[in-house]
């Protein structure tokens, strides 16, 4: 199982990951943890659900861009 911390996930769960040109994302993880494991999980799971996003415009000039999303369980 993946087990709970002690406490009410009172923080949120930080995810940070890449949206590559194509839209594919790369390297997702958990970079703040909400005190709760199965609320991180369930938060990296959320952003690898979505792959992929849409395809980044042609005119940003980079391989990519970096993402931070925060989820926060109430």
Same mark, same amino acid.
């Given at each position: 199982?993946? +087990?709970?911390?002690? $406490?009410?996930? +009172?923080? @949120?769960?930080? *995810?940070? #990951?890449?949206?590559? &040109?194509? +839209?594919?994302?790369?390297? *997702?993880? =958990? *970079? $703040?943890?909400? $005190?709760?494991?199965?609320v991180d999980y369930?938060?990296?799971?959320? =952003?690898? $659900?979505?792959? @992929? #996003?849409?395809? &980044? @415009? @042609? +005119?940003?000039?980079?391989?990519?861009? =970096? *993402?931070?999303?925060?989820f926060e369980?109430?």
């Amino acid at each position: 199982t993946l +087990g709970q911390a002690t $406490g009410s996930a +009172g923080q @949120p769960a930080v *995810v940070r #990951f890449a949206i590559m &040109l194509d +839209g594919s994302i790369r390297d *997702v993880r =958990v *970079v $703040g943890s909400s $005190g709760n494991r199965s609320v991180d999980y369930s938060a990296q799971r959320a =952003v690898m $659900g979505i792959n @992929p #996003f849409r395809r &980044l @415009p @042609p +005119g940003l000039r980079r391989s990519s861009i =970096v *993402v931070e999303m925060y989820f926060e369980y109430q």
